[in-house]
């Protein structure tokens, strides 16, 4: 009994040994991706996608899974930061995970991490069918005639539809009554049920219901009008209101990252299969069905995309007073 | 249990709840704004986040005092004052194979799970436990608990100073090996102590399969067929791990 | 004509796709696995579909809709396994199956006790699907009836029928324990303005307190401590029945069976509340009809068969509201609508017209995991019953392992164990002194959805009430409730007693509707 013992117990050490000596190339194990919101949403969606066709060109497995929880993904980012710092782990995020610094879940700022930007799609405005407003202009009238009367719903505060709304607030100078709902689909459901008469979320989350005419778009909130199958062209905002040039727009920005520390060639590796599948037919064609705008930012362009998401959120969350830490301490620049 | 007995835990459990609502009421109008505006939501009293904890704070100090009164008319009241001046403890066998229970989850939850290698933490704790109580001895019981806890005692004192991380820097996984050479002394004790008796011996061989084996197919089919990365993935994974990749 | 068509094209589909041998593979694996899942503590239905999302990236659309179905399926029946063999129900939705089904087992009908869940699972599930097939669009529709009033007022049911569930001792320490519920649902942010409560500034607290490890912790710790510490031994598994339930047992409670369906495919229709809940409420509501109500939690066949068939047919009706709005009705229905986005198939109403079969295939897949859940299910039974017969201290301790690993599982948190601790201990300690540990999980489900809804419902009507009574659901939810509410005074016990007892005797009092 004893023999066997020590014999296990040599094996562990010349194992670890073997193992630690074998990894130069890049993969040779299994890769995580850990999204840091709920599955089934937007970055969750992108994310499985686009590890299911870089694990085709890297031949090993990329596992998605989900760690949802703190504030801006905190939790999940923190446990990927806390891992080895290999690449063999990565963080799947969005644009609101920049918020997480000034809500006291992340200590660091967001340059410490290296982005691969997936992309996004743009927000849009849309009321429920019936309601009295035929297009921007008459709405926003409306709501500055009676301000806050005008229910608006749009997912939890400090999100990214959420700051799409207050620019279009502070752009048209409305003022709506913000209701908050746990996430977009609940925000549309209560558009379409008429608890809310103004939704705010992407494209991408409202296609369906907007084409079965569920609800009524009335406004892109990105500089360039956005044409859809069965309903023709949406217009921009930005036509009868070029104030809003100033807060708008707000882009989501979807994608993966891993810790900036780690080795320069692994990043170049991912970096190299993530380009090759941004450009693949397989994306092209899932991006376009769904109404997504790929992005394929890498490195250093990536890195200042989140830098200004970065200090956009947090000066907005702190104007707001939902914010706990005050950006100046984490040294967040003013946008 | 008798009744009388029941409702002195009653009377204690009342006082208990009533304080919890009073601090519930104290923490949710100190901490939790009422009026203000936050995270850009017009905030009146019916929108506020504190109006569910005031009104859970309440009713539980209601529910409490119902239970009070309840506990005095039964007698209650009455057994907590008189059995609060006859000091009269005695560790019965229930209560330590219970404090057995309870020791092995919390060291497992709180000692190795976040620290040790997932597989050797659990190869242990089923070790631990299943001899515990498989061998069904109050003597034996007693001596093996004794011996697990002086070994916890030691890790925690190596856990919470900071040496581990020390260790782990000179030479890698060398904690999780400290915990192996402390599974094999267990082992090894165990053994000893039970050399005599056949039938034992042969609930030791079956708690050793019952403790290897389960603790091999789970993790290896969480590790790499339901692809969940582990707690601590250390050294008996990069084992796992080396062997995984070899066979593909 | 167009129903007849309908028909037709039901069973065409299902032919098909019953006919190709990799397919019946895929089912009958996806669904041993489900039940597997269900089966061991803390692995959930909605694990495992977020963990077949991954698998199955590379299959055809059909093939690995046929995997997380049956998976869906198998779990949610699965459940039950834990539940009756060793009272620690393996997901939420099968809480409720414990309350009898444990009792049952230690009267030694364990066996009958799982033959009758896979018979009532099978007729849930098939119910569910016979709607998802003929009134989708009907059930949509109730579905956007759902504004935040109406689901305050459901959640507020939900935690009704908990006070209901009384344990051996005092009534009010039902309701105790589902305030300690409630509090513990609302510690983390606050879901409307995003403040913190009760997080005394844990970052890990956040988020709120996940359902799973609660669960394992207020059902499972104490379960582990009380076998081991008492030398109990887990069930009787000697008096062994044949599996395949006696057709009069299932016959004689045919009401309660097709009342627990519709519950099931109303609950699982409306957005964001699942299987867990359509089996508290099919068991509250078959308790309160029932002519021996004091048999419940003793072992009444009325209790396991309501919650299991209920739980099963909520499948079908969470499906509803996903394909037809894109809007998930249950939390296993959230992954499988990103497993559908992932597979370029976008739920919606557009989708009756982009992809004009696709809803057919879905009932059709649905309709093959019920039929391999049935087949596996009474296979199964039987060799799981032996399971019982490990000695308890060789069996505990892996059930700690495998309860520890569930909890951590879901989200991979080390900090949920954390949790799952305390609330077993304190669980432990409630239930020694008479408390019902089932409202303490109902009160932890309900919780924010009651606490968020009323406020939001406050926030859109600006502070009025008034909204409550006018809109229509919302009035007949509040009817019920006030109904409920006056039948569990003692005045009213008295007043029916009397009626039953003249006039109408042995009639059972009008089963409420969802």
């Known amino acids: 009994m004893k023999r066997y013992a020590v014999m296990v117990f040599l094996l562990v050490f010349v194992c670890a040994g073997l193992g630690l000596a074998q990894e130069k190339k890049f993969p040779v194990r299994d890769i995580t991706n850990v999204v840091v919101w709920a599955a089934g949403g937007g970055t969750d969606v992108c994310n499985r996608i686009v590890s299911g066709e870089m694990a085709k060109l890297f031949k090993v497995n990329i596992n998605v899974i989900n760690k949802p929880g703190g504030v801006g993904g905190s939790i999940g980012m923190n446990d990927v930061y806390s891992r080895p710092h290999d690449g063999y782990t990565w963080a799947g995020v969005s644009e609101s995970c920049v918020t997480a610094g000034v809500q006291g879940g992340w200590d660091k700022r967001m340059y410490v991490w290296d982005y691969f930007i997936v992309g996004g799609s743009p927000d849009v405005l849309s009321v429920t069918p019936n309601a009295p407003y035929k297009d921007l202009k008459e709405l926003i009238e409306a709501a500055k005639a009676k301000p806050g009367s005008i229910r608006a719903g749009a997912s939890a505060s400090g999100s990214i539809h959420h700051l799409n709304l207050l620019a279009l607030e502070k752009g048209s100078g409305a003022k709506f009554n913000y209701i908050p709902y746990p996430g977009s689909a609940p925000a549309q459901t209560a558009a379409m049920t008429g608890e809310v008469a103004v939704v705010v979320t992407s494209v991408a989350e409202q296609q369906q219901l907007i084409r079965a005419g569920k609800l009524r778009p009335l406004a892109m909130l990105t500089p360039q009008p956005f044409t859809m199958k069965d309903v023709g062209s949406i217009p921009s905002s930005f036509g009868p209101y070029p104030g809003l040039s100033t807060y708008l727009p707000i882009m989501q920005a979807i994608g993966f990252a891993v810790p900036a520390k780690v080795p320069e060639n692994v990043k170049e590796a991912i970096a190299e299969v993530f380009k090759k599948v941004i450009a693949s037919d397989t994306l092209k064609v899932w991006a376009e069905q769904n109404y997504y705008t790929l992005s394929g930012k890498t490195g250093k362009e990536a890195k200042e995309e989140f830098e200004k998401l970065e200090s956009l959120f947090a000066w907005t969350l702190w104007e707001l007073g939902a914010a706990e830490v005050n950006p100046e301490t984490l040294k967040i620049p003013k946008p | ?248 | 004509m167009f129903i007849l068509q309908q028909i037709w094209d039901f069973y065409a589909t299902v032919f098909h796709t019953a006919l190709s041998i990799e397919n019946i593979l895929l089912l009958f694996g996806s669904v041993i696995l489900g039940i597997t899942f269900g089966a061991l503590p803390g692995l959930t239905a909605t694990l495992g579909v977020g963990l077949l999302t991954t698998l199955t990236y590379g299959f055809s659309t059909n093939a690995a809709m046929i995997t997380l179905l049956g998976m869906y399926v198998g779990a949610v029946y699965g459940g039950s396994y834990g539940s009756i063999c060793v009272n620690i129900p393996g997901t939420a939705a099968a809480a409720a199956t414990a309350m009898d089904g444990y009792p049952l087992a230690c009267k030694g009908e364990a066996g009958r006790a799982l033959g009758l869940t896979t018979t009532a699972s099978f007729i849930g599930t098939m119910v569910g699907m016979f709607f998802l097939a003929l009134f989708a669009p009907l059930i949509a529709k109730l579905a956007l009836q759902f504004t935040s009033f109406e689901f305050f007022f459901l959640a507020f049911f939900g935690i009704m029928i908990s006070g209901g569930l009384t344990g051996q001792d005092l009534v009010y320490k039902g309701w105790i324990a589902g305030l300690i519920g409630l509090f513990l649902s609302t510690i983390g942010r606050d879901h409307l303005q995003f403040f913190p409560r009760f997080t005394f500034g844990l970052s890990e607290l956040d988020g709120g307190l996940e359902v799973v490890p609660v669960l394992i912790g207020a059902f499972g710790i104490p379960q582990i401590i009380q076998v081991i510490r008492d030398q109990l031994s887990v069930g009787e598994a000697k008096k062994f029945q044949r599996v395949l339930p006696e057709f009069g047992i299932i016959l004689r409670r045919i009401k309660t069976i097709i009342r627990s369906a519709l519950i099931g495919v109303g609950i699982g229709a409306v957005p964001g509340i699942g299987e867990d809940i359509a089996a508290w409420v099919s068991y509250g509501t078959a308790k309160k009809a029932s002519k021996h109500p004091e048999m419940f939690g003793k072992g009444a066949y009325e209790g396991v068969i309501a919650s299991e068939t209920a739980n099963n047919a909520c499948i079908g009706g969470a499906i509803i509201p996903l394909l037809t709005l894109g809007i998930p009705g249950s939390p296993p229905a959230v992954m499988l609508l990103g497993a559908l986005m992932i597979h370029n198939v976008t739920p919606g109403p557009m989708i009756s017209i982009e992809n004009p079969h696709f809803i057919m295939e879905m009932t059709a897949i649905l309709c093959l995991a019920s039929f391999a859940t049935f087949i596996s299910g009474l296979l199964l039974a039987k060799q799981v019953v032996k399971v019982l017969r490990i000695p308890p201290p060789v069996f505990m301790p892996i059930v700690l392992v495998l309860c520890v690993i569930g909890s951590y599982s879901l989200g991979t948190k080390v900090f949920n164990l954390y949790l799952m601790v305390p609330i077993g201990i304190l669980a432990y300690y409630m239930q020694s002194m008479g408390y019902p540990i089932a409202p303490l999980v109902i009160g932890v489900i309900l919780g924010p959805m009651a606490d968020e809804n009323l406020r939001r419902a406050l926030m859109v009507s600006q502070g009025s009430f008034l909204p409550f009574f006018t809109r229509p659901v919302a009035l007949i939810l509040f009817i019920i409730i006030v109904w409920m509410f006056i039948s569990q005074t003692p005045f009213y016990k008295r007043f029916a007693g009397e009626l039953r007892g003249k006039r109408f005797k042995g009639k059972m009092a009008n089963p409420p509707t969802e």
Request: glycine letters at 6%.
């Open chain 2, 1 to 248: 249990m008798d009744k009388t007995e029941l409702r002195r835990k009653d009377f204690v459990t009342s006082l208990l709840l009533i304080a919890f609502g009073f601090f519930l009421i104290v923490y949710t109008v100190s901490e939790i704004p009422m009026k203000d505006s936050w995270g850009g939501v017009m905030n009146v009293w019916y929108v506020s986040p504190g109006l569910f904890p005031i009104c859970i704070g309440l009713l539980i100090m209601l529910m409490g005092s119902i239970l009070c009164l309840r506990a005095i008319k039964d007698g209650g009241a009455k057994k907590v004052l008189d059995t609060l001046f006859s000091r009269e403890k005695r560790i019965s066998e229930k209560t330590f194979r219970f404090m057995g229970i309870l020791l092995i989850i919390f060291t497992y939850v709180y000692l190795y799970i976040p620290r040790v290698d997932y597989f050797l933490s659990t190869m242990l704790i089923l070790m631990v436990f299943i001899s515990f109580y498989y061998l069904d001895r109050q003597d034996l019981l007693k001596k093996f608990f004794m011996f697990y806890l002086t070994g916890c005692l030691v890790f925690l004192i190596l856990f919470v100073s900071g040496i581990d991380h020390y260790l782990n820097q000179q030479f890698l996984y060398l904690t999780d090996v400290l915990v192996f050479v402390f599974f094999l002394i267990y082992l090894a004790y165990s053994r000893i102590l039970i050399r005599r008796d056949e039938a034992l011996r042969k609930k030791w061989r079956i708690s050793l399969l019952m403790s290897v084996l389960p603790s091999l197919v789970l993790i290896a089919s969480f590790k790499y067929f339901l692809l969940v990365p582990l707690p601590v993935e250390g050294g008996f994974i990069e084992i796992m791990n080396i062997f995984r990749y070899a066979l593909r």
